[in-house]
Every structure is written in structure tokens, then in C-alpha cells.
């Protein structure tokens, strides 16, 4: 099945940089590549998601990048502010009848940002 | 406007008493999945509708059951608990398989006295 590797599992940075978390994945069969953001005892809230389709995507200050060739995938956030503090999974999807049909979810980075 | 909604949020049960976790959607969507989140981890996946058609994790134990008995309510049955079954279990939807959006539920934690 599915294994999603997810680094680093702390990230402390300071308000105003970016941070990046990286993900890598082993069944190049998997074509969908959401970002889960989950504040402490709450739901995980979708924050961003890409299809092996595209290379690139952005939303505001959030960004994600998949290499496909090397089954790695990162997440961006630019001028990052205190409420960007959370617990953020990356995941992956594999099509329809090869395997699991949910989510296989990374460890999870625990993003700190210091004041 | 709550989409997918799981009661209770908060559940309490013995040592091998039998427990139901519910789970109701307004999305009209045809999967519905349950997670399993212990702290500190991620959520895993235990098993998933597609509709009617029931779909087990190979490492799900058998001590969970689910059951939909129609397209807004999905239900996770716990038939022994055991103190490792202390959890949080996340529901959640989307309108199809793969390649699409799952909506979270807020989350049911269950203790095991």
C-alpha cells in the first residue's frame, strides 16, 4: 500500500518567514495530493490540494509543488502570522480499485510561529 | 450550515461495552469514510462507503463495524472497547472516490474506562 513520509515533524520559524514541509510518497499510482491544516482538538480543514496534473499550485500565500518523477511533494506559506500555527498532514490518493481508496496521511508537522 | 456533523463529540464508554459513533451529512455525497486519530498521529483510515458498498482496511480489526443505512447517516459500531480504542474518530465525505475533497467532521473523542 501507500506510504506517506512527512519532514519535519516540529517546524518553529519566526513571524514574517516562510516555512516548508516536505512529503514523499512510494506508489506512483497515487494522483491526488491534498493538505490538511488541524488546530489542536479541531476537525483537519483542507488548505490546499494538487492533482498530478500540475506542478505548481498557489493560493494566496500558500503554495504546493509535486515532482512526480521523484514522488515528492512540499507545502509553502510565505509571510507566515501566529494563527498559521497548527499541526499541518500532508496525504495521498490513490485511483479507484488499486488499493486504498482513502487518504494516506503523513505524520504530521506541528508548526510553531514565534512571535 | 454544518456539513458533516458527528454526535456525540464527546463519548464515554467501559471496558467492553458496546459503543455507536455517529456520522450525518448534508453534501449529498456518495463516500463516506471513518478515521481513527490517536494522539499525536494521523488519522487512519478504517473503512469506507461508496455508497452502499462497504470497504474494509486490511489492518481494520474486526472489533469495528459500520453501517449506513441510508445516504446522510454512517455509523461506527465499537463491539468490545479496549483501552487502545481511546481515540478521536474523525468522519468524513466526498462525492467520489479518489482525487476529491474529503469534508472532516468535527471529531467524536471516545475514553475507555
Excluded at chain 1, 98 to 105: R, W
Excluded at chain 2, 41 to 49: D, E, G, I, R, T
Excluded at chain 2, 93 to 109: C, D, I, K, N, V
Aim: glycine share 6%.
Amino acid at each position: 500500500g501507500e506510504n506517506v513520509e512527512q519532514h519535519p515533524s516540529t517546524l518553529s520559524v519566526q513571524e514574517g518567514d516562510s516555512a516548508v514541509i516536505k512529503c514523499t510518497y512510494s506508489d506512483s499510482a497515487s494522483n491526488y495530493f491534498p493538505w490538511y491544516k488541524q488546530e489542536l482538538g479541531k476537525r483537519p480543514q483542507l488548505i490546499i490540494d494538487i492533482r498530478s496534473n500540475v506542478g505548481e499550485k498557489k493560493d494566496q500565500r500558500i503554495a504546493v509543488t509535486l515532482n512526480k518523477t521523484a514522488k515528492h511533494f512540499s507545502l509553502h506559506i510565505t509571510e507566515t502570522q501566529p494563527e498559521d500555527s497548527a499541526v499541518y498532514f500532508c496525504a495521498a490518493s490513490h485511483p479507484p480499485g488499486g488499493g486504498a481508496d482513502g487518504l494516506t496521511f503523513g505524520k504530521g508537522t506541528h508548526l510553531i510561529i514565534q512571535p | 450550515d454544518a456539513m458533516v456533523i458527528q454526535n456525540p463529540r464527546y463519548q464515554v464508554t467501559q471496558f467492553g461495552k458496546p459503543v455507536t459513533l455517529s456520522c450525518s451529512q448534508t453534501l449529498n455525497h456518495n463516500v463516506m469514510y471513518w478515521y481513527q486519530q490517536k494522539s499525536s498521529q494521523a488519522p487512519k483510515l478504517l473503512f469506507h462507503y461508496y455508497d452502499k458498498d462497504f470497504n474494509n482496511e486490511a489492518d481494520t480489526p474486526d472489533n469495528f463495524q459500520s453501517r449506513r443505512p441510508n445516504t446522510s447517516f454512517c455509523f461506527l459500531d465499537i463491539r468490545s472497547p479496549g483501552l487502545g480504542d481511546a481515540a478521536m474518530y474523525l468522519c468524513a465525505t466526498s462525492q467520489q472516490l479518489a482525487e476529491e475533497t474529503q469534508y472532516f467532521g468535527p471529531g467524536t473523542r471516545l475514553l475507555v474506562l
